[in-house]
T-cell receptor, first 115, second 112 residues
Framework: ETGVTQSPTHLIKTRGQQVTLRCSSQ?????VSWYQQALGQGPQFIFQ???????GRGNFPPRFSGLQFPNYSSELNVNALELDDSALYLC??????????????FGPGTRLTVL | GESVGLHLPTLSVQEGDNSIINCAYS??????FIWYKQESGKGPQFIID?????DKRQGQRVTVLLNKTVKHLSLQIAATQPGDSAVYFC???????????FGRGTSLIVHP
């Protein structure tokens, strides 16, 4: 059983550019959530994907978008990057069956720096 | 502006001591709570959870206490070890939601 993996590990972009971050969910999981973690802060929920559709969104602007693929992997896209987008971006996967919450397993994150 | 966000609350303990990490949550509608441990360079790792119909839950070396009256959560770690050094976050989830809200975190430093 493989855990949650994310790529790339680190990324440097400049203001106004676009970025795509990738996440492979843990084997057997069907739900992926993305979080932004600024330095010294707790993770902030961006959105969640279940069955390839967005299933909940936090307080982030539309320039943050995502995709989930049939194999349950996911992408986070951020357009028109701003300096404040510099953060650790975490992906977490879980198995959702419509009932109780199940444990989320986090990946190691992608460190994005916007210059 | 002032970078107060960079300065996490910190708890320093000696190896073998018991540690207590506290968390105040904000939403009285939250009915599920989770403690996470985040080591440097890694994502958060689930430690223990508790539902609002309980006031105490024990795991291996860890205990979570929930006081709904004052909206307070605590994590107790028995016989703290150097490997316990990390940032600890509490997360609350309102009833009917699957979206956790994380607290700011506490840095635990265990001295050998």
């Amino acid at each position: 059983e493989t855990g949650v993996t994310q790529s790339p590990t680190h990324l440097i972009k400049t203001r106004g550019q676009q970025v795509t971050l990738r996440c492979s969910s843990q084997s057997g999981h069907n739900t992926v959530s993305w979080y932004q973690q600024a330095l010294g802060q707790g993770p902030q929920f961006i959105f969640q994907y279940y069955r390839e559709e967005e299933n909940g969104r936090g307080n982030f602007p539309p320039r943050f978008s995502g995709l989930q693929f049939p194999n349950y992997s996911s992408e986070l896209n951020v357009n028109a990057l701003e300096l404040d987008d510099s953060a650790l971006y975490l992906c977490a996967s879980s198995f959702f069956s419509g009932g109780d919450l199940n444990e989320q397993f986090f990946g190691p994150g992608t460190r994005l720096t916007v210059l | 502006g002032e970078s107060v966000g960079l300065h996490l609350p910190t708890l320093s303990v000696q190896e073998g001591d018991n540690s207590i990490i506290n968390c105040a949550y904000s939403n009285s509608a939250s009915d599920y709570f989770i403690w996470y441990k985040q080591e440097s360079g890694k994502g958060p790792q689930f430690i223990i959870d508790i539902r609002s119909n309980m006031d105490k839950r024990q795991g291996q070396r860890v205990t979570v206490l929930l006081n709904k009256t004052v909206k307070h959560l605590s994590l107790q770690i028995a016989a703290t070890q150097p490997g316990d050094s990390a940032v600890y976050f509490c997360a609350e989830i309102p009833g009917g939601s699957y979206i956790p809200t994380f607290g700011r975190g506490t840095s635990l430093i265990v001295h050998p």
